[in-house]
């Protein structure tokens, strides 16, 4: 089992920057993506970045240029830094864990990011 634990959500204005982080409980074997998911109320929840233990990224095309996702092996930990945030941004982001070598996935509890002037 795999607890996720994130920091960094709050309340941002239109242009500012925020960075989420999320720390696993354990290490982590394997590919193991692990990245972020958003959801605002009245859509699905989307993917909005994730990355490989080998550093492979995967970047939403509504956040690339904006967004960038980093991994630290060592501490088990993602971070996502986000500049130039829009209104649109605002939404819980979680977490995401993917354990390929044992089919599991786990989230986060979620961190709100408001972006509003």
């Known amino acids: 089992q795999v607890q996720l634990a994130e920091s960094g959500g709050g309340l941002v204005q239109p242009g500012g920057s925020l960075t989420l982080s999320c720390t696993a409980s354990?290490?982590?074997?394997?590919?193991?993506?692990m990245g972020w998911y958003r959801q605002s109320p009245g859509h699905q929840r989307e993917l909005v970045a994730n990355i490989t233990s080998g550093q492979s990224t995967n970047i939403a095309d509504f956040v690339k240029g904006r967004f960038a996702i980093t991994r630290d092996n060592a501490k088990n930990t993602v971070y996502l830094q986000m500049n130039n945030l829009k209104p649109e941004d605002t939404a819980v982001y979680y977490c995401h864990l993917e354990e390929i070598w044992n089919g599991m996935n786990y989230w986060g509890q979620g961190t709100q990011v408001t972006v509003s002037s």
């Open positions: 354990r290490r982590l074997f394997g590919i193991s993506p």
